[in-house]
């Protein structure tokens, strides 16, 4: 861990910041030592990332003071905070997938031969060098589009080391990582540390903070509510200063509200990555979908949603066979996806709220032509209010809210279809605690109005506490459906990894 008395690098002082007249930031201050990981901590819409804005140039503070190095400094925008040293690595990484790894790190400051050309020499060797500091087991001569998540952000950390940052702000980075990449990435982070790097970590991953931390901030409705040392205070003391009482686990799936009615069944389904899916989904019933990362889960919604053809197999929807080939078939057919990484597939993040919930319900809108603006934002107010997405604002753009938010206006979207068969996959990814509880509430709630649910998650005590019935996928096929009253984290996942027994 980081000596407590190095050096400040950083310190913001009182910053605030207002959308729409509403306060997201209030007089928030915040400190960073040389050679320290600092963790930025609270629920979805606590301010972290809108300090994080302020931070990198993206928004502009309406008060406060920032300070690098002992010195008063003002940031105008991305390109003045990079010049400064001050680097962000987005949840939703920021590479080009056609391009080599040195051609992604130098992207914008390439080196220059006698006669002006690119100097791809340079560049691969100056790049290698960054890559062995890493320790990374990639050349930077390989195509982006060829790496795993955590070896592109490998690449995300590169460049920031190309332009020697000063702080280094990393947003949610293990959300889409497997166990043994996050083990690398935190290596690398502590490497770093070694180095006198300095390092903001957000994350709602608790264990990720007291595995990696030496500080923790916690914001709560825009309001500092303490610095913290990791090792001087435990997890359900943290938990409790970030959403204000005490966080138990709670079982959503104890009264079961389905009915004996079969909804949708599938038989034998084969396609890109599975093969011989067979299982059923009740009216008003939870259905799980569990496994490891390459199970499945994700290509076999993608089938029933008709992003990807099915190359064989049978889905009976109401007692009659129907043929998905496409997207716009599935929603005629009641069938809507809340897709994995909701900023690539989910919404459209420069549209307003307003635009994005009624994204999918188009022709609702105009009548004779003429678009109905008062209905759309009728429409779009009614699930603000209903979900409490905050800002309560239609017409801010959804890229800025938070990650919880975000997904709350998707979920709106898809809900505004009037779907009977939701498809959730991964719903809570990149979600703090307190708005994981309200999207609990809101499935279990959908189901008693007698929607059907498909839930893929890969949070076990997830799928424990809100699936009436799980289906464990391995390699491709289903190998086990398991009740509610037999769930538990060891036995989905002897299914998982292939160990059950006949």
């Given at each position: 861990?980081?000596?407590q008395?190095?050096?400040?690098?950083?310190?913001?002082?009182?910053?605030?910041?207002s959308?729409?007249?509403?306060l997201?930031?209030?007089?928030?201050?915040?400190?960073?030592?040389?050679g320290?990981?600092h963790?930025?901590?609270?629920?979805?819409?606590?301010?972290?990332?809108t300090?994080l804005?302020?931070l990198?140039?993206?928004?502009k503070?309406?008060e406060g003071?920032?300070?690098?190095?002992g010195?008063?400094?003002?940031i105008r925008?991305?390109?003045?905070?990079?010049?400064m040293?001050?680097?962000?690595?987005?949840?939703e990484?920021?590479?080009?997938?056609?391009m080599?790894v040195?051609?992604?790190?130098?992207?914008?400051r390439?080196p220059?031969?006698?006669?002006?050309l690119?100097?791809?020499?340079?560049?691969?060797?100056?790049?290698?060098?960054?890559?062995?500091?890493?320790d990374?087991?990639?050349?930077?001569?390989?195509?982006?589009?060829n790496l795993?998540?955590?070896?592109?952000?490998m690449?995300e950390?590169s460049?920031?080391?190309?332009?020697?940052?000063?702080?280094?702000?990393?947003?949610?980075?293990?959300?889409?990582?497997?166990?043994n990449?996050?083990?690398?990435?935190?290596?690398?982070?502590d490497?770093?540390?070694k180095?006198?790097?300095?390092?903001?970590?957000i994350?709602?991953?608790?264990?990720?903070?007291?595995?990696?931390?030496?500080r923790?901030?916690?914001?709560?409705?825009?309001k500092?509510?303490?610095t913290?040392?990791?090792?001087k205070?435990?997890?359900?003391e943290?938990i409790?200063?970030m959403v204000?009482?005490?966080i138990?686990?709670q079982k959503?799936?104890?009264k079961?509200?389905?009915?004996?009615e079969t909804?949708?069944?599938?038989q034998?389904?084969?396609?890109?990555?599975?093969?011989?899916?067979?299982?059923?989904?009740r009216?008003g019933?939870?259905l799980?979908?569990?496994g490891?990362?390459?199970a499945?889960?994700?290509?076999?919604?993608?089938?029933?949603?008709?992003?990807?053809?099915?190359?064989?197999?049978t889905?009976?929807?109401?007692?009659?066979?129907?043929?998905?080939?496409?997207?716009?078939?599935?929603?005629?057919?009641?069938i809507?996806?809340?897709p994995?990484?909701?900023?690539?597939?989910?919404?459209?993040g420069?549209?307003?709220n307003?635009?994005n919930?009624?994204l999918?319900n188009l022709?609702?809108?105009?009548?004779?032509?003429i678009?109905?603006?008062?209905?759309?934002?009728a429409d779009a107010w009614?699930?603000?209010n209903?979900?409490q997405?905050?800002?309560?604002d239609?017409e801010?753009?959804?890229r800025?809210?938070?990650?919880?938010?975000?997904?709350?206006?998707v979920?709106?979207?898809?809900l505004?279809?009037?779907?009977d068969?939701?498809?959730?996959?991964?719903p809570t990814?990149?979600?703090?605690?307190?708005?994981k509880?309200?999207?609990?509430?809101l499935?279990?709630?959908?189901?008693?109005?007698?929607?059907?649910?498909?839930m893929?998650?890969?949070?076990?005590?997830?799928?424990?506490?809100l699936?009436?019935?799980?289906?464990?996928?391995?390699?491709?096929?289903?190998?086990g459906?398991?009740?509610?009253?037999?769930l538990?984290e060891e036995?989905i996942?002897t299914?998982a990894?292939?160990?059950?027994k006949?």
């Amino acid at each position: 861990m980081s000596n407590q008395e190095n050096s400040t690098v950083l310190i913001l002082k009182n910053i605030s910041k207002s959308f729409s007249g509403n306060l997201v930031l209030d007089s928030v201050n915040f400190d960073l030592k040389e050679g320290e990981i600092h963790a930025l901590l609270g629920e979805n819409g606590a301010g972290k990332s809108t300090l994080l804005n302020i931070l990198t140039g993206t928004f502009k503070m309406d008060e406060g003071e920032i300070y690098l190095k002992g010195k008063k400094v003002e940031i105008r925008g991305l390109t003045s905070a990079r010049d400064m040293g001050i680097v962000r690595v987005h949840q939703e990484l920021q590479v080009i997938p056609e391009m080599t790894v040195g051609q992604n790190i130098f992207l914008g400051r390439e080196p220059k031969t006698r006669l002006g050309l690119i100097d791809y020499d340079e560049i691969y060797r100056q790049s290698d060098e960054i890559l062995n500091e890493l320790d990374a087991d990639f050349s930077s001569k390989e195509l982006i589009k060829n790496l795993s998540t955590a070896q592109m952000q490998m690449v995300e950390i590169s460049k920031a080391l190309h332009q020697n940052f000063l702080v280094l702000a990393l947003d949610e980075p293990t959300s889409s990582l497997t166990s043994n990449e996050i083990d690398k990435l935190m290596s690398t982070m502590d490497q770093l540390r070694k180095q006198g790097k300095s390092i903001i970590y957000i994350s709602h991953r608790i264990e990720e903070v007291f595995r990696i931390a030496d500080r923790a901030t916690v914001l709560r409705d825009g309001k500092l509510m303490g610095t913290v040392d990791i090792d001087k205070i435990s997890k359900q003391e943290l938990i409790r200063l970030m959403v204000g009482r005490n966080i138990t686990d709670q079982k959503f799936n104890e009264k079961y509200v389905g009915t004996n009615e079969t909804i949708l069944e599938v038989q034998n389904l084969c396609g890109k990555g599975f093969s011989d899916v067979s299982f059923s989904l009740r009216k008003g019933e939870v259905l799980g979908f569990s496994g490891l990362i390459g199970a499945g889960r994700t290509e076999v919604a993608r089938s029933l949603f008709g992003i990807d053809r099915a190359s064989s197999g049978t889905i009976i929807l109401k007692g009659k066979n129907v043929s998905i080939k496409n997207p716009w078939d599935a929603r005629k057919y009641g069938i809507m996806l809340i897709p994995e990484d909701r900023k690539l597939q989910g919404m459209v993040g420069t549209l307003a709220n307003k635009n994005n919930i009624t994204l999918s319900n188009l022709s609702r809108y105009k009548k004779n032509g003429i678009i109905l603006h008062n209905k759309i934002a009728a429409d779009a107010w009614r699930y603000v209010n209903l979900f409490q997405i905050n800002p309560p604002d239609i017409e801010i753009e959804t890229r800025f809210l938070s990650g919880g938010n975000q997904q709350k206006v998707v979920l709106s979207r898809n809900l505004n279809t009037e779907p009977d068969i939701l498809i959730l996959d991964e719903p809570t990814r990149g979600i703090d605690i307190n708005v994981k509880f309200e999207i609990y509430k809101l499935i279990r709630q959908l189901a008693e109005e007698g929607k059907s649910i498909i839930m893929i998650s890969s949070e076990l005590p997830e799928i424990i506490s809100l699936c009436d019935r799980v289906i464990v996928m391995y390699e491709g096929k289903v190998q086990g459906e398991l009740l509610n009253t037999e769930l538990s984290e060891e036995l989905i996942m002897t299914y998982a990894m292939g160990e059950y027994k006949k």
